[in-house]
């Protein structure tokens, strides 16, 4: 149990905060694996250049990162942080849900299809 007034508890808590510009996207339709492949491309690259890698990048999961990497600039740009000096410090996708669905099959058969679902992360940092 923490001690002391619940002011000076919470004012110990906020010390400890993360202050680098993110930006989190909850619930992507996305699988966790397949999110991965595209932030492990832009992971420790400046911001232009992960921006410039998710533009001609096929996958789907891309489009949705690249959302995410815009707003995470325009956050870090509101706490005052030139666009320039940003690079990506830390990108990664956690599990999220699954949506459970049926597909019929032959004689009366049903498989289960799963729609998996990611919580996806972007934090950025100056050089």
């Known amino acids: 149990m923490a001690k002391g007034h619940r002011s000076q508890i919470k004012r110990e808590r906020n010390a400890q905060k993360d202050t ?3 930006a989190k996207l909850s619930y992507a339709r996305v ?3 397949k999110a991965c492949f595209v932030l492990d491309a832009i992971r420790g690259k400046d911001v232009q250049t992960a921006l410039a890698v998710l533009e001609y990048n096929p996958r789907y999961a891309s489009g949705i990162i690249k959302k995410l990497l815009q707003s995470a600039i325009a956050n870090a740009e509101v706490k005052g942080m030139n666009a320039d000096d940003l ?3 830390e990108c990664y996708a956690n599990k999220g849900p699954t949506m459970k669905r049926v597909r019929p099959r032959a004689q009366g058969r049903a498989y289960r299809i799963e ?5 996806i992360t972007v934090v950025l940092d100056e050089k």
């Open 20 to 22: 680098r510009p993110s």
């Open 115 to 119: 729609k998996r679902m990611s919580h």
């Open 31 to 33: 699988p966790v694996q």
């Open 87 to 89: 690079y990506v410090a």
